[in-house]
């Protein structure tokens, strides 16, 4: 409080943001916040990562062991399964449907040997007429067709002799061989289209894109939609790609650029009039 | 990249907060000081000695309370009704230098009294103006700062 110039009574009134402990506390925040957000955003190459992190970025088993904003907990402490949703528990409960589509993947896979096995018999079978020296081999090979062709050796070996057996097997072999092989072929493409990562896969598939829209400020959206803040694309040379391809601030942001401002405000270097 | 963006709205946050304030520091100076200040000196002396007292700005985040009350001669009233004064001599002007050949003043009992010349023991501390924005408006104006920026960034979602 002083008198500057002589003759006025000047009482200066300073504001500080740093004297004001619920600023300086707000500030504090936001530091803190972005400093997380360095731990959060996702490393390149290959490294270890950060263990302690929630984020789904840095995880490095399969995301469809246990991906999402749970992933990388581990601990007896911690719940060792994801939250159940529906429930207000923080553990999730053993899920019946699991348990269930283990089994059917158990009984889809034990179908598969027995197919593998059939098309072993009948491409043996095949061959056993064009020499016996195969024949004998395939045997020790296959289980399933030593377990047949010892079956009709004791069985039907006393009424219709040994040659005959082996001569009506032997041209049912070769059809089965061209049956089972188609179905071997069908079968191996059915399963290359619903591998991992397949045209055909159906399980759950993060798309970043729709994500990062998801992600987006709702008050952004807003002032896009409502026209308070436009985002244009230029025909200006300097951003521009090709002649075909025009660009938008999106790519002034992953060129480096800040796209907003000291102040907050969304400034795009260049924006022009151009279609929207 | 979303978590970019966030991250550069937050590193310009502080100067966002900063130049919020800046940008408001005279309308909420202007409620929470000038005004009660004014209304205090209306009622305590008059109605020219509220309308003397007003905001400068004079800096970012800077204003300044300027109270310029001066009598017909320029005298700086602000001063003696602020700190007061010491003793002093009183003169009547006289009718050749535009004023009256006595001084008059009322009494303790009310009765009227004239004298040419008196001797004033002195003034003791009046308004108290600059003690009572410090005590009281001070206060008054960061608790405004506090809560506008607080609801600012919750509409601005930081």
């Known amino acids: 409080m002083s008198s500057e110039g002589g003759d006025v009574l000047r009482i200066p009134i300073e504001i500080k943001t740093d004297d004001l402990a619920e600023i300086q506390d707000l500030l504090n925040n936001l530091d803190k916040a972005e400093s997380e957000i360095d731990v959060l955003k996702p490393r390149k190459g290959k490294g270890s990562g950060d263990e302690t992190s929630r984020s789904a970025f840095t995880r490095q088993d399969p995301f469809d062991d246990r991906g999402g904003a749970m992933g990388g907990q581990s601990g007896e402490a911690l719940p060792t399964q994801g939250r159940d949703k529906k429930s207000r528990s923080p553990f999730q409960r053993e899920n019946e449907f699991s348990k269930m589509r283990d089994q059917v993947d158990e009984m889809g896979q034990t179908q598969g040997d027995v197919v593998g096995q059939l098309v072993n018999l009948g491409f043996l079978k095949g061959v056993s007429g064009g020499g016996s020296k195969i024949m004998k081999g395939a045997r020790n090979a296959a289980p399933l067709a030593g377990m047949v062709s010892g079956g009709m050796k004791g069985g039907l070996m006393g009424t219709m002799g040994m040659s005959g057996i082996q001569g009506i097997v032997g041209k049912a072999g070769i059809y089965g061989m061209i049956a089972m092989a188609v179905m071997e072929i069908l079968k191996t493409g059915i399963d290359f289209m619903f591998r991992p990562g397949g045209s055909m896969d159906k399980r759950f598939k993060r798309d970043m894109g729709k994500e990062d829209v998801k992600m987006m400020d709702l008050s952004q959206k807003s002032d896009i939609n409502q026209g308070r803040r436009i985002v244009r694309v230029t025909s200006s040379s300097n951003l521009r790609g090709t002649d075909s391809q025009v660009r938008s601030s999106l790519d002034v942001y992953k060129s480096g650029q800040r796209v907003f401002d000291m102040d907050g405000t969304f400034m795009v270097k260049n924006t022009g009039v151009g279609t929207i | ?158």
């Open chain 2, 1 to 158: 990249m979303s978590l970019d963006l966030t991250k550069q709205r937050l590193q310009s946050a502080k100067y966002r907060i900063n130049t919020y304030i800046d940008q408001n520091i005279m309308n909420w100076a202007m409620e929470t000081i000038l005004l009660p200040a004014r209304t205090d000196l209306e009622n305590s002396i008059n109605n020219r000695a509220a309308e003397a007292l007003r905001l400068e700005k004079t800096g970012f985040m800077k204003v300044d309370l300027v109270w310029d009350l001066r009598s017909e001669e320029g005298a700086p009233l602000h001063f003696y009704l602020e700190y007061g004064t010491g003793p002093h001599i009183i003169r009547a002007k006289g009718k050749e230098h535009g004023g009256a050949d006595a001084l008059h003043w009322t009494g303790p009992s009310g009765e009227s009294r004239f004298a040419k010349v008196v001797q004033h023991p002195g003034s003791q501390k009046h308004v108290g103006l600059v003690d009572g924005i410090k005590e009281e408006r001070l206060p008054a104006l960061r608790e405004r700062i506090i809560s506008e920026t607080q609801n600012r960034m919750e509409i601005d979602s930081i």
